[in-house]
Antibody
Framework: EVQVVESGGGLVQPGRSLRLSCTAS????????VGWFRQAPGKGLEWVGF??????????EYAASLRGRVFISREDSNRIAYLQMNSLKIEDTAVYHC????????????WGQGTLVTVSS | DIQMTQSPSSLSASVGDTVTITCRASQGIGNYLAWYQQKPGKIPKLLIS???TLQSGVPSRFSGSRAGTDFRLIISSLQPEDVATYYC?????????FGQGTKLEI
């Protein structure tokens, strides 16, 4: 059974940085892409980006609105993917979800419950 | 960047009705369109991928179609458990934006 767990959320001041973690099990982690999404309170789903497998170059793609402020990386030996967020804004307040394995060909079937990031002074 | 415009933003229907939710892509995306159902307090559930491929376990009253850059989610014989917010999402090559969501009430 695939299990995905996010961690690292919390209260952070505007302008600061935060790194979220995603640990996944139940599949060959290194062979698949990992994606990130977010959902602000009472709002819709927003795609953040993804990182391909190392076999596909560990290539990253990001939403245009977030490019330059967010960075996704992976540590396959520990089955962890990271979402680094810099220069945080109040509007980055959201529940951040990890999706793994992330299938860009056929939709997402495995999501974590998410970790809440609150940006506030 | 590609935009996905979903309509309506909310919808009220009765048990047994057939409802249609539309998602329009700002440019051609081929058949890379998925539909998700999100019930209150829950994570999204993939219903349909590649326009019309129903996921395992999803009732056959859910179906999807495409006409050019317009995509439709059709729910027939509406059931009380279908109360949820529905999202479309482009997949395939990046980016993978979502539509704004359609809140379905019964």
């Amino acid at each position: 059974e695939v299990q995905v767990v996010e961690s690292g959320g919390g209260l952070v001041q505007p302008g600061r940085s935060l790194r979220l973690s995603c640990t996944a099990s139940g599949f060959s982690f290194g062979d698949y892409a990992v994606g990130w999404f977010r959902q602000a309170p009472g709002k819709g789903l927003e795609w953040v980006g993804f990182i391909t497998s190392r076999g596909h170059g560990a290539t990253t793609e990001y939403a245009a609105s977030l490019r330059g402020r967010v960075f996704i990386s992976r540590e396959d030996s520990n089955r962890i993917a990271y979402l680094q967020m810099n220069s945080l804004k109040i509007e980055d307040t959201a529940v951040y979800h990890c999706a793994a394995p992330y299938s860009y060909d056929s939709g997402i079937t495995a999501w974590g419950q998410g970790t809440l990031v609150t940006v506030s002074s | 960047d590609i935009q996905m415009t979903q309509s309506p933003s909310s919808l009220s229907a009765s048990v047994g009705d057939t409802v249609t939710i539309t998602c329009r892509a700002s440019q051609g995306i081929g058949n890379y369109l998925a539909w998700y159902q999100q019930k209150p307090g829950k994570i999204p559930k993939l219903l349909i991928s590649l326009v019309s491929t129903l996921q395992s376990g999803v009732p056959s009253r859910f179906s999807g179609s495409r006409a050019g850059t317009d995509f439709r989610l059709i729910i027939s014989s509406l059931q009380p458990e279908d109360v949820a917010t529905y999202y479309c999402q482009k997949h395939g090559t990046a980016p993978h934006p979502f539509g704004q969501g359609t809140k379905l009430e019964i």
